[in-house]
């Protein structure tokens, strides 16, 4: 089992985009068993893939120590993906869990990774773009963080922010790739280099691009691939789930 966070602390990078892509190639391509964490408030994928969003959510099971993440968790259309679904307190979660005792904090988290240790073969968890207590424990659980950066440079000033906090916790830093890559923008070339100049191998060589059939599909309630999966921006999330296979082992 690998456990993976999809973590960057600016918002709009793609990364609720990443994790449904990710987990239906995952899932229904090469048929491995597939658990989705939705930690934002904002809800996205829990909307996306859950048949029914249960009214305790993950945070109801960060808060207290009597709710099981089984609580939280729902079917999808997909035979082999299922999702810990969020609500809006999620957005309140973080404060509130800072005011827990260490024993409580320690256990409510715990709880996670003991369910999904021995369940599913692939656990990717959604974040909002926050830096907290929560956060920062809820990564320490993961087997490794990938982050994915919309070029500009102050998006790559900021992963030496997010690269400090992941090694703070004791996570691994799986690496980070770039989404909205637009190929006839000289800037994000220029910016693409400078990034693979900073970080070397830790950035992945699949590059998703800037595409109207990624932002369609989700509109449309589909994933890349269901949606033109002849198409070339389907088919990077397939290398990019492929690089991501290979890179967490």
């Known amino acids: 089992m690998k456990s993976i966070a999809i973590f960057n602390n600016k918002g709009g990078v793609s990364k609720t985009t990443t994790v449904l892509n990710v987990a239906y ?17 904002q809800q996205n994928a829990s909307r996306f893939l859950a048949s029914e969003v249960s009214s305790a959510g993950i945070e109801s099971v960060l808060l207290n120590t009597k709710v099981s993440p089984e609580d939280a968790l729902s079917e999808t259309r997909y035979q082999n993906i299922k999702v810990i679904t969020s609500t809006t307190d999620m957005n309140h979660c973080a404060e509130l869990f800072q005011n827990l005792s260490d024993s409580e904090r320690e256990q409510n988290i715990s709880k996670l990774s003991s369910y999904w240790n021995d369940q599913y073969d692939y656990v990717l968890l959604d974040f909002p773009p926050a830096l907290n207590i929560l956060t920062e424990q809820l990564i320490g659980i993961t087997d490794g963080v990938i982050v994915p950066v919309e070029l500009g440079s102050f998006a790559i000033q900021g992963i030496a922010k997010v690269t400090e906090t992941i090694n703070r916790v004791g996570a691994a830093f799986i690496g980070c790739f770039i989404s909205k890559y637009d190929k006839k923008n000289k800037a994000d070339e220029e910016l693409k280099k400078l990034l693979e100049n900073n970080l070397g191998n830790k950035v992945f060589s699949t590059v998703i691009p800037y595409s109207n059939i990624i932002r369609n599909s989700i ?30 082992g």
Not at 219 to 244: D, F, S
């Open 25 to 41: 190639i995952l899932g229904e391509i090469y048929k491995r068993k597939v658990l989705v964490v939705d930690c934002d408030g």
């Open 219 to 248: 509109n449309y309630k589909m994933t890349a691939y269901e949606y033109m999966h002849w198409l070339g921006p389907a088919k990077k999330y397939v290398e990019l789930t492929e690089e991501i296979i290979r890179k967490v």
